[in-house]
């Protein structure tokens, strides 16, 4: 089984940076693919970025090239990157992990989230 955890949200103003922590723990070598997810108020949750574990990466159209999305391989950690951040970025940000149980099935963790608030 697989857990993670997330940190680094916080505060920023307009056009300000934060980098998001998220680090597994369990058995890391069965993930496949880690995600950051978001979800504001109102809102349903939706992808901002994933990377699997070959390093493919890929981005909700609207945020590829502020964010960027990264991973340490020997850790599994996963980062994530956000650049020119703007209010409307504000939301409580998800860590996922999509990895394989003993059965090879594919399962999902997720952890607590991260509120990231940007302010005008």
């Known amino acids: 089984q697989v857990h993670v955890v997330e940190s680094g949200g916080g505060l920023v103003q307009a056009g300000g940076s934060l980098r998001l922590t998220c680090a597994p723990s369990g058995n890391i070598f069965s993930i496949n693919a880690m995600g950051w997810y978001r979800q504001a108020p109102g809102n349903q949750r939706e992808l901002v970025a994933r990377?699997?574990?070959?390093?493919?990466?890929n981005y909700a159209d609207s945020r590829e090239g502020r964010f960027t999305i990264s991973r340490d391989a020997a850790k599994n950690t996963a980062y994530l990157q956000m650049n020119s951040l703007k209010p409307e970025d504000t939301a409580v940000y998800y860590c996922?992990?999509?990895?394989?149980?003993?059965?090879?099935?594919?399962?999902?963790?997720w952890g607590q989230g991260t509120q990231v608030t940007v302010s005008s």
């Open positions: 990377i699997t574990s070959g390093g493919i990466t």
């Open positions: 996922n992990a999509e990895y394989y149980t003993d059965s090879y099935s594919i399962s999902y963790a």
